[in-house]
C-alpha cells in the first residue's frame, strides 16, 4: 500500500494529510500507483477493471478458431532468438491437438528460460491464422497445472513498472478498506444496487456472471457507478460556478475614447477584424465590465486570429488602468505571442509610460528580477510567458485579466495558482479580487457538448477565417512512396517556400520502429543537397537552442524545418507551404489538424502530406484510418472536433482536451444522457440541502486527482 495517508472517504480532502512529494522514499510500485491516480484505499475500490479476462477454461487448439482469445496447455517443441528482420523469439508449442507459434518483440532473459524445449507451459493470447500457420504474438505465459480460477478475472489498465498481478492485489487490498457508505440522498436514487455491491460486483465478478453481463454498460452496476461519476463531476461544476458567483473580480470601465489603446490598437493593425473576432472582442468587454469574474473559453480553428482577440481584450483591461498577463505552455510559443505583441502593442504602451514584461523559468535571474519589479510596480501593464508567469514569486500590481492561450495543456493546478492573484495590492483595497480569466483553444469542443458538460464555462467560438487563405491541400501518401515527397519538398524550395516536416518521436526506441528526427534530419540534408538548410527542433533541446532555430526558420535562413512535434501549437510562419507529417497514423486527429495549421498562413497554395506505415499486422488500424480519412476530407476544425468525437467517444475527447479537468472513466456523454440529466438536476438540490453528503462525494471521486494536479 502507498505510505501516504489513507483518509476515510469521511473525511475531507482538505483535513486529509498530503501525499509526500513525488518520488521521495516511495518505491517503484508506489510510484506506478500514484501516477495513476491510486493513492487512498477509495482510489483503489474505484478503479475499476477495463475488461475481463476468461481464464476458466484451457481450450485445445484443434478447438479454437483464428481471432478467439484463447488458453491451451502445450509443450514446447523449440525455442530461439532470430535477428531479422527483426529481433524476436519464436517458439512453437503443441497441445497434442496441433501447433502454433509464439512471437514476441520483447522480452525478457528469462522468458528464454520459461520456454525451454520440453516444458509445459499455459498461454493465453490471441489465435492468429496466417500464412505461416497459426500463432499468438505477445502471448502470457505461466507455469502449467496450477488451479484454473472460477470466475471472470479483471483487467486493469497500468503503466510500465506495475505488473498486473501486483495491481489486482492493491486493488484488493484497497477495496477491502474502503468504507463504502451512501452518498448519494436515498430519496434520489433507488437503492437497487448500492455502491459497495455495484463495486465488489464489478471487481470480483461470481463464477455465475458472464463475459457478457459484466461488458453490458447498461447493467444496474454499472449504470450506479456512471452515476456516481456524473454526479459528481456536476457537484464539482456547479460548486465552482457558485463560488464563482460569490467571488469578484476588478469591473473595468469601458475606455471608447479616440485615444484608448484599444482603438489605437485597431488603427495600427495591418487588417480588419472578421466579424467573429469583433463578436467576441464585444462578449469578453461585456464581462470585464462586470464585477462576476469572467470565465470564458475563446475557441477558434487554427489560424482564425485568435491573438489579435487576446490583444484587444489586454488593450481594454488596461485602458482600464489594470494588468494583463497572457500565458502560453511552451516558451516558443510564449516567444511568439510576445513577438506580435510588442510589435503591436510596445510603442503606443511606451507613450503612457508603461510596457510588456517577458517572463519564463530559463530567464537569467538579473533579467526575471527587472521583470518581477515591473510587474509588481504595474509598469509592465502585459506580462507574457510561461506559467512563470503565475509563480509565487511574481506579485502584480493590479492584474484584472489573465489569458490562457491552449488551455487544455494546463492543469487545474496552474489555474488555481492564478486565484488571489488580483487581490493583495489592488488599489481600491476591497479585499481579495479574482482576476478575469479568458481560455484560448483551437481544439473546438462541440457547443452541445460544451453546454450539457461545463456548467461553469462561457464559450465565444471565432467560426470565421481571416479573408484571403488558400485551403491547404491534403494528401495521404504511403511510406515506401518517401522520395516522391522529397520531390515535391524541392519543387516548393525552387519557389522560394518553406517546408515544416514532423516526427513522432525523438529516438530510436526498439519497441516502437520510428525513424527518429535526428536520422531523418541527416535523410532529408542528403537527399536535399547542400544548398538546402536543414534544421532540427526537438524537444529534448535546450530553450535556447530551440528559439534559436524557430528564430532561424522564422528568418528564412532554414529551408526545411525537421521536428518532433513541439511545433504542433502557435507556431506561424507564413511562408511555410508544405507540411509532411511521418507516421501521421500514430497522431490524433485534433493534433493533426494543428499541425496543418502551421501552413496555409500565407496567400500561397499550400499542402499537406500525411506519410503513413502500417504496423506489424500490415495495416493501418481502424481508427487510425477514419483520423486519416477525415482529415482528407475536410479543413474545417468544427467538422474535425465532431469527427474527433465520433471516433473516440466523448469521454476520451473531453480527456485529450481537458487534461486538467476531472476526466470520465467510466460514463459516456453521448449515450447516458439520461444519467447526466439526472446529475444535472441534482447536484443543486444536493448542494443546498446535503452539503456535507455532497463534498465527501466530491472528494471521494475527485479528491485524489485535485491533489495530483495541485502537486
Ligand atoms: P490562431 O487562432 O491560430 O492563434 P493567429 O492569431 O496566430 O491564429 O492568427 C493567424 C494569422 O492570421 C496571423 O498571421 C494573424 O496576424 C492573421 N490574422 C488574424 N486576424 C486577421 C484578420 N482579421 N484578417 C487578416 N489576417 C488576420
Ligand atoms: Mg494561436
Keep these: 500500500m502507498p505510505a501516504a495517508a489513507s483518509p476515510s472517504p469521511q473525511q475531507k480532502s482538505s483535513s486529509a494529510s498530503p501525499p509526500a512529494a513525488p518520488g521521495s522514499g516511495l518505491s517503484a510500485t508506489q510510484r506506478a500507483l500514484r501516477k495513476l491516480g491510486l493513492v487512498r484505499d477509495i482510489d483503489f475500490a474505484l478503479y475499476l477493471p477495463m475488461r475481463y479476462e476468461d481464464e476458466t477454461q484451457i481450450v485445445k487448439l484443434a478447438d479454437a478458431h483464428d481471432g ?43 522468458l528464454h528460460k520459461q520456454l525451454a524445449p520440453g516444458s509445459r507451459v499455459r498461454i493465453r493470447g490471441e489465435l492468429k491464422g496466417g500464412f505461416l500457420g497459426r500463432q499468438m504474438l505477445h502471448p502470457t505465459i505461466k507455469a502449467a497445472g496450477t488451479d484454473l480460477p472460477e470466475a471472470l478475472t479483471p483487467v486493469y489498465s497500468t503503466i510500465s513498472g506495475l505488473a498486473q498481478p501486483a495491481l489486482r492485489r492493491e486493488v484488493r487490498a484497497g477495496l477491502a478498506r474502503s468504507i463504502l457508505d451512501e452518498t448519494i440522498p436515498l430519496d434520489a436514487w433507488q437503492p437497487q444496487w448500492s455502491l459497495r455491491q455495484s463495486l465488489h460486483f464489478l471487481h470480483y465478478p461470481t463464477p455465475d456472471v458472464a463475459m457478457a453481463t459484466l461488458e453490458d454498460r447498461s447493467h444496474p452496476a454499472w449504470q450506479r457507478v456512471k452515476a456516481e461519476e456524473l454526479l459528481a463531476q456536476q457537484l464539482s461544476q456547479q460548486q465552482a460556478r457558485h463560488e464563482r458567483a460569490s467571488q469578484r473580480a476588478p469591473a473595468l470601465r469601458p475606455n471608447v475614447s479616440p485615444g484608448s489603446l484599444s482603438e489605437q490598437l485597431l488603427a495600427v493593425l495591418p487588417f480588419a477584424l472578421t466579424g467573429a473576432q469583433r463578436r467576441a472582442v464585444e462578449e469578453i468587454g461585456r464581462d470585464l465590465g462586470r464585477e462576476l469574474p469572467m470565465h470564458r473559453l475563446l475557441q477558434g480553428d487554427v489560424g482564425s486570429g485568435k491573438t489579435v482577440v487576446a490583444a484587444l481584450a489586454a488593450a481594454l483591461t488596461i485602458d482600464a488602468g489594470h494588468q494583463c498577463a ?103 483595497g476591497k479585499g481579495a479580487l479574482e482576476p478575469h480569466l479568458l481560455m484560448m483553444s483551437a481544439t473546438p469542443i462541440p457547443r452541445t457538448l460544451a453546454m450539457s458538460y461545463y456548467a461553469d464555462l462561457d464559450v465565444s467560438t471565432l467560426d470565421e477565417l481571416p479573408p484571403g487563405r488558400t485551403p491547404v491541400v491534403t494528401k495521404l501518401v504511403a511510406d515506401h512512396r518517401r522520395d516522391e515527397v522529397i520531390d515535391r519538398i524541392q519543387a516548393q524550395l525552387s519557389q522560394g517556400r518553406q517546408v515544416y516536416w514532423v516526427c513522432p518521436l525523438i529516438e530510436e526506441s526498439e519497441a516502437v520502429d520510428l525513424r527518429n528526427a535526428t536520422a531523418t534530419r541527416d535523410e532529408l540534408a542528403d537527399a536535399l543537397g547542400d544548398a538546402v538548410g536543414v534544421g532540427l527542433l526537438h524537444s529534448r533541446m535546450p530553450t535556447a537552442e530551440k528559439q534559436d532555430v524557430m528564430a532561424q526558420f522564422s528568418a528564412g535562413r532554414l529551408d ?25 497514423e500514430r497522431f490524433g486527429l485534433s493534433q493533426l489538424h494543428q499541425l496543418r495549421g502551421r501552413v496555409g498562413r500565407g496567400a500561397a497554395a499550400s499542402a499537406c502530406v500525411l506519410l503513413y506505415a502500417p504496423g506489424e499486422s500490415g495495416r493501418v488500424g481502424e481508427a487510425a484510418r477514419a483520423r486519416l480519412r477525415a482529415m482528407a476530407e475536410t479543413a474545417d476544425g468544427f467538422e474535425i472536433a465532431r469527427r ?55 472528494d471521494r471521486w475527485l479528491g485524489t486527482r485535485s491533489e495530483y494536479l495541485r502537486a
Design 326 to 428: 497572457l500565458m502560453a505552455p511552451t516558451e516558443i510559443l510564449a516567444a511568439q505571442h510576445f513577438g506580435k505583441l510588442v510589435q503591436w502593442l510596445d510603442p503606443l504602451l511606451a507613450e503612457r509610460g508603461l510596457r510588456v514584461a517577458w517572463l519564463t523559468g530559463s530567464q537569467k535571474k538579473s533579467e526575471r528580477e527587472v521583470m518581477t519589479a515591473a510587474v509588481e510596480s504595474g509598469e509592465a501593464a502585459l506580462v507574457i510567458g510561461t506559467h512563470a508567469v503565475i509563480s509565487e514569486k511574481v506579485r502584480f500590481a493590479r492584474l484584472a485579466l489573465a489569458i490562457i492561450d491552449e488551455q487544455h495543456r494546463f492543469g487545474v493546478a496552474q489555474r488555481l495558482a492564478l486565484r488571489g492573484k488580483a487581490g493583495g495590492l489592488n488599489p481600491e
Design 560 to 584: 526545411v524545418l525537421v521536428s518532433t512535434t513541439v511545433i504542433e501549437v502557435g507556431v506561424d510562419v507564413p511562408n511555410a507551404s508544405l507540411m509532411v507529417i511521418e507516421h501521421a
Design 644 to 698: 474527433d468525437l465520433e471516433i473516440r467517444g466523448p469521454g476520451e475527447f473531453l480527456g485529450a482536451r481537458q487534461s486538467g479537468a476531472p476526466l470520465l472513466r467510466f460514463a459516456d456523454l453521448a449515450t447516458d444522457t439520461r444519467l447526466l440529466d439526472w446529475a444535472r438536476e441534482l447536484a443543486p438540490r444536493m448542494l443546498q440541502a446535503h452539503p456535507e453528503l455532497a463534498q465527501r462525494h466530491i
Design 68 to 110: 478467439d482469445v484463447a488458453q491451451i496447455e502445450a509443450v514446447v517443441r523449440s525455442c530461439e532468438v532470430v535477428y531479422r528482420p527483426r529481433r524476436q523469439l519464436i517458439a512453437t508449442v503443441d497441445d497434442g491437438s496441433d501447433t502454433c507459434q509464439l512471437r514476441f518483440f520483447n522480452f525478457y532473459p528469462s
